[in-house]
């Protein structure tokens, strides 16, 4: 009896140590599952990282046999751009410099045709007023008719005195001249002695300055008999 305790016990024992065996290595192979499991993850992280920095243009991947550019190259690189941007610089200050003083010319120029026209103006005038002087005293006698009509004449020259001054002259066309469309404005007349196209009277004289024509000459022109 005392046998079968003890082989019962002994198989007791052994089961327990199977189990216990057991545990532990259930133990081992979840840990051993685990650490594994935390490896595989930690290198899928890793991937999904370095995808990610791919993607974003953060990562770089140098390659070990890409040349580098030298320092000293770097620094004449650096050194050509400052000095194109110092000519930029200063090209700009001559540009903007340049612009200011035309501007400044323009309202000079401006300036000095206002001045000129008003110096014209105001020398054209002063030569005309000795003339209304002649005319008011002219006015005054009027009862001396011979004096009146001195004093128009004493006007009329001095008008044309301050035009030949002034560079104005005055021309008339001739009798038989032909029509000069530049130079004269018709009134056109029939006539049976004259061809067509000729003056054959002066109603008004004209006046130039120097070559302009200031108002052309107004004349009498034979037109073209009209058929009846």
């Known amino acids: ?35 594994k499991n935390k490896k595989n993850y930690e290198q899928e992280l890793d991937e999904i990282g370095e995808e990610e920095m791919k993607k974003n243009d953060t990562y770089v991947e140098v390659d070990e ?21 110092l000519q930029y610089d200063e090209l700009k200050d001559d540009y903007l410099r340049l612009k200011a003083d035309f501007e400044n ?8 045709n206002l001045k000129s026209k008003e110096r014209a103006v105001s020398s054209f005038v002063s030569d005309l007023l000795p003339s209304i002087d002649n005319f008011e005293m002219s006015l005054k006698m009027t009862q001396d008719t011979t004096m009146f009509i001195k004093g128009v004449e004493m006007i009329h020259q001095n008008l044309l005195n301050v035009l030949q001054n002034h560079s104005i002259s005055i021309y008339e066309p001739q009798i038989g ?18 061809p067509v196209g000729t003056i054959v009277g002066v109603l008004q004289k004209g006046y130039k ?8 000459a107004r ?9 009846k």
């Open 1 to 35: 009896m005392e046998n079968k305790n003890k082989d019962f016990k002994s198989v007791e024992n052994e089961n327990v140590e199977d189990l216990s065996s057991s545990s532990q290595y259930k133990e081992l192979s979840e840990e051993n599952f685990h650490e």
């Open 65 to 85: 046999d890409t040349p580098t550019i030298p320092d000293d190259m770097l620094q004449e690189e650096l050194e050509k751009e400052q000095k194109l941007q």
């Open 105 to 112: 010319y323009r309202k000079r120029m401006q300036e000095e």
């Open 177 to 194: 001249q032909e029509f000069n469309v530049k130079e004269h404005e018709p009134i056109l007349i029939e006539h049976h002695e004259y």
């Open 209 to 216: 300055l120097k070559d302009s024509i200031l108002r052309p």
């Open 219 to 227: 004349v009498q022109v034979v037109k073209e008999k009209e058929e």
